[in-house]
Nanobody
Framework: QVQLVESGGGLVQAGDSLTLSCAAS??????MGWFRQAPGKEREFVVI????????YYADSVKGRFTIKRDNAKNTVYLQMNSLKPEDTAVYYC????????????????WGQGTQVTVSS
């Protein structure tokens, strides 16, 4: 069984930067990345890293501002978030699995507990 533990959330101002971490215990997973969920909204795809292909997939809303990095030795992924906006406010969840459709949350088997990111204007 895979366990995912997130850290790094917090309260920041618009334009600030923040880095989230997700440490995985257990076996190495093919896909690791992040979703987010704002109050009253569905869980939304943010970014996924594919280990087999080495490809990263970003949501259009974060492209150019967010960067995902993976430390294979530590089985950890990091989400560097720059130029944060109030609309980035959400609970951010780390996800892993072997999805067929990478942007669909129901395709992932493993989830972290979530970490709150709040961006004030």
């Amino acid at each position: 069984q895979v366990q995912l533990v997130e850290s790094g959330g917090g309260l920041v101002q618009a334009g600030d930067s923040l880095t989230l971490s997700c440490a995985a215990s257990g076996r190495t997973l093919d896909f690791m990345g992040w979703f987010r969920q704002a109050p009253g909204k569905e869980r939304e795809f943010v970014v996924i890293f594919s280990l087999p292909s080495g490809t990263t997939y970003y949501a259009d809303s974060v492209k150019g501002r967010f960067t995902i990095k993976r430390d294979n030795a530590k089985n950890t992924v990091y989400l560097q978030m720059n130029s944060l906006k109030p609309e980035d406010t959400a609970v951010y969840y780390c996800a892993s699995g072997k999805p067929t459709y990478i942007e669909r949350a129901d395709q992932y088997d493993n989830w972290g507990q979530g970490t709150q990111v709040t961006v004030s204007s």
